[in-house]
């Protein structure tokens, strides 16, 4: 598997990015997908998730309403759309794809992108 993040950049607080994660090696629609950020000194975390069909999302209480997941499994795509962005967002940003169950914990993420930077100036 092959994950392949697009879309980082750098942008205002207040303005809006979408980062995209191209899949490629296998079943993209047999794969839950999640989006990690790890910032400066700090521990990867995760962002939002969505399972393989859609239907389940997860969204963390620091972007909830701000940040916003979905997936095109007929372009085997995952995407991220970061809208009122602020300082704070600024990470390096992680897709990572799992056939065990969609989780907040990267351990259990077998596949990871090599990470797109965002940064948010204040």
């Known amino acids: 598997v092959q994950l392949v993040e697009s879309g980082g950049g750098v942008v205002q607080a207040g303005g809006s990015l979408t980062l995209s994660c191209a899949f490629s090696?296998?079943?993209?629609?047999?794969?839950?997908m999640g989006w990690f950020r790890q910032a400066p000194g700090k521990e990867r975390v995760f962002v939002a998730g969505?399972?393989?069909?859609?239907?389940?999302?997860y969204v963390t209480d620091f972007v909830k309403g701000r940040f916003t997941i979905s997936r095109d499994n007929t372009k085997d795509t995952v995407y991220l759309e970061m809208n009122s962005l602020k300082p704070e967002d600024t990470a390096v940003y992680y897709c990572?794809?799992?056939?065990?169950?969609?989780?907040?914990?990267?351990?259990?993420?077998?596949?990871w992108g090599q990470g797109t930077q965002v940064t948010v100036s204040s």
């Open positions: 090696g296998f079943a993209f629609g047999d794969y839950d």
């Open positions: 969505i399972s393989w069909n859609g239907r389940n999302i």
């Open positions: 990572a794809a799992t056939l065990r169950v969609l989780s907040t914990n990267p351990l259990l993420y077998e596949y």
